[in-house]
C-alpha cells in the first residue's frame, strides 16, 4: 500500500507543477495556521471558521490540508496525500462559498464575492499530482527507487 502511495516517475514537469501548487498552499496554510505573510492565526482562523457554522474538527482539517499538504508537495513527501487534502479542501470552498459568485474571480470588485476559477486550476494541478506521483527531485522518489537488499529488490518484494 505504502509503495503504491509514493511510487512516481523520474518526470521534472511534475517537480515544477508539485512546487507551485506546495508553495501557494504553504503560504495560504501558514497564514492561517502560524499567522505568518499576513494571516490571522490559528485561533483566529478556527474561530472564523466556527463563526461560518464549520465545526471545528473540519475547520482543523481545512488549515492542516493547506498547511501541511503545501509542505509534503513542496518536499515531495506523500505528495497524494497532500494533493488529497488540497483537493477536498477546494472542493469545499467551491460547493460553500464560491459557488454562487460565478466563475470569474472578483478582480473588478463589482461582485459579491469570488468566484471559483482559481479553485478549478488548484484541483486540475492536484488532480495531476494524484495520479501521476510528485515527480523529479521528491522524497517519494527518493523512496520509491529499487535499492538491493539481499537477493531481492525492495520493488520486487512489494510486487
Not at 12 to 18: I, S
Not at 87 to 108: D, E, K, R
Amino acid at each position: 500500500m505504502f509503495w503504491r502511495l509514493i511510487r512516481t516517475t523520474n518526470d521534472p514537469t511534475l517537480t515544477v507543477l508539485r512546487l507551485v501548487v506546495g508553495i501557494v498552499f504553504f503560504a495560504h496554510g501558514a497564514q492561517k495556521a502560524l499567522g505568518w505573510f499576513g494571516g490571522p492565526g490559528f485561533s483566529a482562523t478556527m474561530a472564523s471558521f466556527q463563526q461560518s457554522g464549520i465545526p471545528a474538527i473540519f475547520a482543523f482539517l481545512a488549515i492542516c490540508a493547506e498547511f501541511l499538504g503545501g509542505l509534503g508537495l513542496i518536499f515531495g513527501f506523500l505528495g497524494r496525500v497532500g494533493a488529497f487534502g488540497i483537493m477536498c479542501n477546494m472542493i469545499v470552498a467551491i460547493a460553500a462559498v464560491h459557488l454562487p459568485h460565478g466563475f470569474f474571480m472578483n478582480w473588478m470588485g463589482n461582485q459579491s464575492g469570488e468566484g471559483f476559477e482559481y479553485h478549478l486550476l488548484a484541483l486540475a494541478s492536484c488532480f495531476v499530482v494524484l495520479v501521476k506521483g510528485s515527480g523529479a527531485f521528491s522524497v517519494d522518489l527518493l523512496l520509491s527507487r529499487p535499492r538491493q537488499t539481499g537477493r531481492r529488490t525492495v520493488e520486487e518484494r512489494a510486487a
